[in-house]
C-alpha cells in the first residue's frame, strides 16, 4: 500500500511533477516516421500533460511545438509547410523547429519584430522508423540506439491510446506471475467463448507453454534497470528464462522476444502503448523503404475493451484498474516483489533528480552508443542459427530480489531494505 501522496508522485507527470520531470531526462516516441510527409504535414502529440503540433516542413525537418501561433493563437495543427518551417494558416506566419518566427509576411518591411517571437519548441530525432521527442533541459541526452531500433531488418509499430495511468502499464512488466492467470486461464476462457464449443480447449494455445505455474521469480538490478528472470513448471536454473531472463528499460520500456514495448505518459490518465516490432534481414533483402505504422483502438466493436490477443489482454488488465490504480488500498503479497523493487527504484531516481543529478539509463557517450544490445531469453540474434547470441553461457548473479513462490518467501533487495 501507498500513502496517497506516495502514490501520486509515482503516477502525476504534468509539468513541474517530481516524475514528470524525471520522465523529461528521457526520449519518448511520438508518432511513426511514415506518419508525417506532405500529404499529412501535422500531427496533434500530448506528451507528459502538454498539448503539442508535431509537423515535418518542406525540407523534411521535423519541429515539435506548442500548439498556438504566437500571432492570434491558430492552432499550428492547420499549417502549410513550407521550406523553412510551418506557416500559419490565419495570417502566414512562419515558425520554425527551433520555436522561432522566421516570416510576418504582413508587417512592414524592414520591421525587426519577428526576432523578438519565440514559442516553446522540443528536439525530435528520427531513429528506426519512429519520431522520438526530448522535453527536458538542455544539452538533450543521445537518444539510445537500442538494438533492434538500428539492427538491419523489417520493423512495424503500433499504437494503442490507453485510457489510464502510465505506472499500472509498466508494472505488469514487474509481474511475471499474471501470465499464467491473464493469459493463460482468463485468455482461454476468453479465447474460447469465440470458438464453437467443439472446437474449445482447456487452455489458450497462444500461451499455454509459458502459462505454466511459477515457482521462483528473480529481479536483478542493472544500469540500464531490471532484469526477470523466471522458472516455471518443469524449468531448472540453465533454462534461458533464468539464465538469461530479459530487461526492463528504466523508466518505462519493455524488451522481450522481438519487441520494445514503450508505455508513453500521455498525462495523468493517459498512456500511449506503443509496439514496436522487428525482423531479421534475410540474406540479400533490400532495406525496408518506409516503416508501417498503425494507430489501433483498445476497444471492440461492443465497446469493451479487446482482449482477443495477448497485448490486447494486459492492455485489458491495465486499464480496468481505472484512470489511476487506487494504491493507497492495495495489498501486494510475495509474488509482488518485482513491483515492489521497481517502485523503491523510481523512488531512488526521483531523489536523484530532485537532488541535481542524472537518473540511470541517460545516455551521452556516443561510442557506448552504436547499439546497444539486450539479453533475451530465447532470441536468435543477427547473424546466429541458435539462442542466446552474446549472453548464451551467462550466468546470472544473486539476484537483488527472489521470490520464492513454493513456499520459502521472498528476500527484499539489500540495497534498500
Ligand atoms: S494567428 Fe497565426 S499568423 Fe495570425
Ligand atoms: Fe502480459
Redesign the pocket.
Known sequence: MLTQEQNDRLTQVGPGTPMGELMRRYWHPIAGSSQLDAENPTKAVRLLGEDLVLYRDASGTLGLLEP???????S?LYGIPEPNGI???????IMNETGRCVD?PSEPEGSRFKDKVRIKAYPVQELGGLIFAYMGPEPAPLLPRYDILVWPGTRNATSVALPCNWLQCHENSLDPVHFQWLHRYWGGWVMNRKRPPEERDEFNRATAARGAEHRRIGFELTDYGIIKRRLVGEETEDDEYWRIGHPILFPNILRVVNTLQFRVPVDDTHTIHLVYQHQHAEPGQTAQETVPFEERSVYDDDGRFRADYVLGQDQTAWAIQGPVTDRTTERLGVSDVGIIMYRRLLEEQLQIVEDGGEPMNVHRDPAKNECIVFPVEHYVYPGETETGGPFKDSRPREPDVVAELSGEGARLPAWKA
Open positions: 498556438s501561433c504566437p500571432h492570434r493563437k491558430a499550428l506557416r500559419c494558416c490565419y495570417h502566414g506566419w510576418q
